[in-house]
Structure formats: structure tokens, C-alpha cells
């Protein structure tokens, strides 16, 4: 709706799909924080940010068009003189790999027949969910409100760590609390997928913060994780977490290179 109402030109969004990754400095945060490497994860990089590059330059554009066909009037009230040609973006797929190149991944035959289903499923009883609700005018007020929040909160950190003094809290990204076990089932999830994959390498790299912070997420047991639905990966969470305790017992203190951040996973 945003771009709809020529509040991103064309060229804006087109450097907006050019923004740039630099691998040395993810891989390097990624270890710091977990302890495996970025490539334990995302196993071809390039093809990853590829992928998601070539997703950015095409779904937005269909959004907007939606955008336009719902939310027109509006759009022409807020912007009367608009000229359609110049925030209405197109990229062709041989413009896109002359600037960008051809790694990423294409939708397959059967992600294209979903698609087709997708709209033809009348939206309503099992598939209310797929169908797209178009953001209220007090929607879109809350969203510009959480951008300047962010932004607000992002200098004040940098005040921060130019002082010295930052000092960041472990929230969960997607509900805004306090990451702890049974909080939220993606981080429950996440935490004994974690602590799987080091049990795997026997805990040889786990630093004395990423110990810390595992052992104090588990340190509630009777916390209602998700993990519980499942007796056979409860069990294995059970016996990995057994294993980092008796690591933290035989590996002496230091030995691990220390770790600069809270691990969020």
C-alpha cells in the first residue's frame, strides 16, 4: 500500500532489491553466537541470498498491484497526481539475471499447481487463512508506528555501544518477551534443535556463554515446552542436555573461545 500511494519510487525499490550480504560478517556472527558454522545451516549461501533476492523483486510488485485494485480510491485521495509508471515496479527475469545473475532457486511444477489451487479454494472454513486481507488504514498506522519505534531504539543502542554501555536483553524477535522455555513453541523448538546438533559434535566448541544460556533455558524443566508433545525428541533433549552438563564438568573453564553475544536462536 505504501508503494501504491508513490511513497517508493521505482528506482527506490530497485536498490532496495540490490542490497548487499557480506558473508565474512554473517559467518563470523553466526559462529560467535552459536558455536557451528553458517554453513552447517545454509548449506550453498550464495544460492540462499539469491533466492530471497529474486523472491523480494517479485512478490512486492505483485502486492502492490493488489494494493491498487483494492485500496484505489484511497490511494487516488492521498495521491491525486500520481503517475503509476513511475512507482509501479517491473523487472523482467533477463534484467534481473543481467544485474544480479542466475543463482536462485525457481518455483517448482508442484509450488506453481499449489499456487494455481491456492486461487481457485473458496476462502472461507479451512481455507480462510490463505485468502489476503488488505491492511486497514489503522493497520498501516500501527505499522509506520513500529518502524519509527525500531528506528528510534536502533540509534539509542548505537548511543550505547559508542559509550560503552550496551548491554542487549535476550527477547524473542516475534513476540517482543522474554525468551524463556514454553514461551513461545518455535524458540522451544529451536533451543533442542540447537543443543542437538552440538551434542552431535560432542559440545567441542560450545563456549562458556552459549553453556550458560542453554543450561538456564532448561533450567525449568517443568516449564509446558513443546518439546514435550513429542516423547521421542523430549527424550533425546533429556539426553543432549545430560551430555552438556557432563561437558561443562570435564572441559576446563577457557578453553572455548569466548563468545561476544547473547545467542537468540
Known amino acids: 500500500v505504501q508503494?501504491?500511494?508513490?511513497?517508493y519510487t521505482s528506482d527506490a525499490y530497485h536498490d532496495f532489491v540490490g542490497f548487499q550480504i557480506s558473508k565474512p560478517v554473517l559467518e563470523r556472527a553466526f559462529?560467535?553466537?552459536y558455536d557451528m558454522k553458517l554453513q552447517d545451516v545454509i548449506h550453498k549461501e550464495d544460492l540462499a541470498f539469491g533466492t530471497f533476492r529474486h523472491a523480494v523483486?517479485?512478490?512486492?510488485?505483485?502486492m502492490t498491484k493488489v494494493a491498487l485494485i483494492n485500496r484505489n480510491a484511497e490511494v487516488v485521495r492521498d495521491t491525486p497526481n500520481r503517475n503509476e509508471k513511475k512507482f509501479l515496479y517491473r523487472l523482467k527475469r533477463a534484467d534481473y539475471e543481467k544485474e544480479w545473475g542466475t543463482e536462485y532457486r525457481k518455483p517448482g511444477k508442484g509450488a506453481r499447481f499449489m499456487a494455481a489451487l491456492f486461487k481457485i479454494f473458496p476462502k472461507f472454513g479451512p481455507f480462510r487463512a490463505l485468502a489476503f486481507q488488505v491492511p486497514t488504514t489503522q493497520t498501516e498506522d500501527m505499522y509506520i508506528k513500529s518502524i519509527n519505534k525500531s528506528v528510534d531504539e536502533y540509534r539509542s543502542l548505537l548511543k550505547e555501544q559508542g559509550a560503552g554501555q550496551l548491554r542487549l536483553?535476550?527477547?524473542d524477535f516475534d513476540t517482543g518477551k522474554d525468551t524463556r522455555a514454553g514461551e513461545y513453541k518455535l524458540a522451544d523448538q529451536a533451543y533442542a534443535h540447537l543443543l542437538h546438533d552440538l551434542a552431535?559434535?560432542?559440545f567441542d566448541q560450545v563456549t562458556p556463554d552459549l553453556r550458560t544460556n542453554i543450561l538456564a533455558f532448561y533450567g525449568n524443566?517443568?516449564?509446558p515446552l513443546e518439546t514435550k508433545k513429542d516423547k521421542r525428541a523430549w527424550l533425546q533433549t533429556m539426553v543432549d542436555l545430560?551430555?552438556?552438563?557432563?561437558?561443562?564438568?570435564?572441559q576446563p573453564e577457557g578453553t572455548a573461545a569466548l563468545s561476544t553475544g547473547v545467542?537468540?536462536?
Open 242 to 250: 545430560q551430555k552438556l552438563k557432563l561437558a561443562a564438568i570435564e
Open 200 to 202: 552431535k559434535r560432542n
Open 57 to 62: 523483486s517479485t512478490v512486492i510488485p505483485e
Open 31 to 33: 559462529q560467535q553466537t
Open 263 to 265: 545467542p537468540e536462536p
Open 3 to 7: 508503494v501504491a500511494k508513490n511513497r
Open 221 to 223: 524443566l517443568n516449564a
Open 169 to 171: 536483553t535476550n527477547l
